[in-house]
């Protein structure tokens, strides 16, 4: 990553987000010997470029044929929002640092394996992504743990048509995830203070019975066309009722397994980001509330949109996946 000297006019971090709380989750990664030097790099002006008529990104996106979804009256986030305000610490720790760093990145060829306690293992290729599986859009909220949200027009199939396709066998009780690793093309990889301290590739995992879910989308694109890779491209995870770093990007593996499997936010910081990671306004981070979050939707990046946090944000018909569960312990 190249080092820019930061101008008075370029926008600062607090421009974007009026987050004391995302300065503070970094802080902690800062006290971890970790952030730092992507702070001081701030090339934002150019990331909005991306957008202006005369400077076409070089990632090209698909457009995708789908069944959409009608059923959502809420108001939807700017595309250009949801697509350059991103967090992807692959390619740097700064909201716009995917949008700046990611738009080579090579999708195709890409290799999905789905493997490990399955009687059918297999593999999708690119092309495979967007055929295997009738793809549906799904309007979902995006509720960041640093707590702010997005309203999303996804799209992509549930990820329980993948799974039943490689027939788990009776012993898998987990399912877990695995982005990319290749230092190459994601500069976080490379260098630990762009990467914000991460040991990548970066893991998630859900418990089966989560990952079966409807709601649970395994994601291919976003308003009309295939991701871009700020986004998670050539395929992702999104998990609406869950804080947004369980909806892991640009995913190369699905394993069936039967023990928890690590994942990366809660392997940095346990005390901070649980396994479970269900949206809870009544439990609060350690430093901070999560009661309310700043919607971004319309009015321009300074919007603060404050509204209350919902239980599950608002998917309430995944309560019984939790029935008997201490979800204050159970983070
Ligand atoms: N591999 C990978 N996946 C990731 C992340 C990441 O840094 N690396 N960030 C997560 C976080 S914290 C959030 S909020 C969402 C953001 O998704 P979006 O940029 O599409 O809104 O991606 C999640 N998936
Ligand atoms: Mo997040």
Sequence with gaps: MRIKIKKPSDLTD????????????????????????????????????????????????????????????????????????????????????????????????????????????????????????????????????????????????????????????????????????????????????????????????????EAMHDLTLLTVGLYGKSLPPQNGAPVRLVVPWKYGFKSIKSIVRISLVEQQPPTTWNTLAPHEYGFYANVNPTVDHPRWSQASERRITTGGLLARNRIATQMFNGYEEVASLYAGMDLRRLY
């Design 14 to 209: 607090n421009d974007v987000t009026d987050e004391s709380i995302y300065k503070n989750r970094r802080q902690v990664l800062r006290s971890l010997g970790y952030v730092g030097a992507s702070a001081l790099l701030a090339p934002h002006a150019k990331a909005f470029n991306w957008f202006s008529d005369d400077d076409e990104p070089a990632f090209k996106r698909r457009p995708l044929t789908y069944q959409s979804d009608k059923n959502d009256p809420q108001t939807i986030t700017p595309e250009d929002k949801a697509t350059s305000y991103n967090n992807f610490y692959e390619f740097g720790t700064d909201k716009s640092d995917p949008v700046e760093n990611a738009q080579s990145f090579n999708v195709n060829p890409w290799t999905l394996k789905v493997d490990g306690l399955v009687n059918k293992p297999f593999s999708i290729d690119f092309d495979n992504l967007f055929t295997r599986f009738p793809l549906q859009e799904r309007i979902y909220r995006l509720r960041c743990v640093e707590a702010w949200s997005m309203v999303i027009p996804w799209i992509g199939f549930p990820l329980a048509q993948l799974i039943k396709q490689a027939d788990p066998q009776g012993s898998a009780k987990y399912v877990a995830f695995q982005t990319l690793r290749d230092p190459k093309q994601m500069p976080g990889q490379r260098n630990r203070f762009v990467g914000g301290g991460i040991d990548y590739p970066y893991v998630e995992g859900l418990r089966l019975d």
